[in-house]
């Protein structure tokens, strides 16, 4: 049994109502123009700001003689850090508002890994259709 595209996109992406000609630009919070009212959850962002801080502390840390990579020739593997930060997420955050967020991080280099997951792979398609 074969599936036509054209059936697929029907039966997947249904098409929107009228905006009437208004658009609006939907932008996450910059993190580069300071910190106001971003709105989160004061206690859970305390707690995060928290372990986010005693990572990069530990990242400050020189490393120790056992944790170094003796036998690792290349720059760009080799540990640098005595604390590795991985960051990971599903895609949808990137549309969800956190793109700033996510992008202050790895601009700034507060991270050393991004793991990123296929998590809403529809949003991918809905995006792109958008931008048609």
């Known amino acids: 049994m074969s599936v036509k595209p054209g059936i697929a996109k ?65 720059e760009f593997i080799r540990r640098k850090h005595s604390c590795t930060i991985f960051l990971g997420f599903t895609s949808n955050l990137v549309s969800s508002g956190l793109r700033e967020t996510l992008r202050l991080l790895v601009e700034h280099q507060m991270v050393d890994c991004v793991v990123m997951t296929a998590g809403g792979v529809e949003e991918d398609f809905i995006k792109h259709l958008y931008t048609i």
């Open 10 to 74: 029907e039966a997947v992406l249904k098409q929107s109502g009228k905006t009437h000609g208004k658009h609006t630009h939907r932008a996450g919070y910059d993190w580069n123009q300071g910190i106001d009212n971003a709105g989160f959850q004061a206690t859970n962002l305390c707690m995060a700001i928290r372990e986010i801080n005693l990572m990069l502390d530990r990242r400050q840390q020189p490393l120790k003689p056992d944790e170094a990579d003796l036998h690792e020739t290349d």
